[in-house]
């Protein structure tokens, strides 16, 4: 299972998706369907690692996407 997160310029997670196959040189899940501005990436196994146990919309409400760093990075919890 391959997981990749769709996500703007800002870092904000616009969707996570788990794939079983890919097309034969297909780059992400989502191919030209991306809005002007946004990027796709492929979770390594050491990011997987991090939201183990997590469903995908899970990690979509939790986390950012730093390009820079090219890593998930945790949101603050909201105060109650």
Not at 34 to 56: I, P, R, W
Request: proline share 5%; net charge negative.
């Amino acid at each position: 299972m391959t997981t990749f997160v769709k996500y703007d310029a800002k870092g904000t997670l616009t969707a996570v998706v788990a794939v079983e196959v890919m097309p034969d040189g297909a780059d992400s899940p989502w191919g030209p369907l991306l809005a002007e501005g946004e990027q796709t990436a492929k979770l390594s196994d050491a990011q997987l690692a991090a939201v183990q146990g997590l469903e995908l919309h899970e990690i979509l409400e939790q986390f950012r996407f730093d390009a820079k760093k090219s890593q998930l990075v945790k949101l603050p919890a909201a105060k109650q």
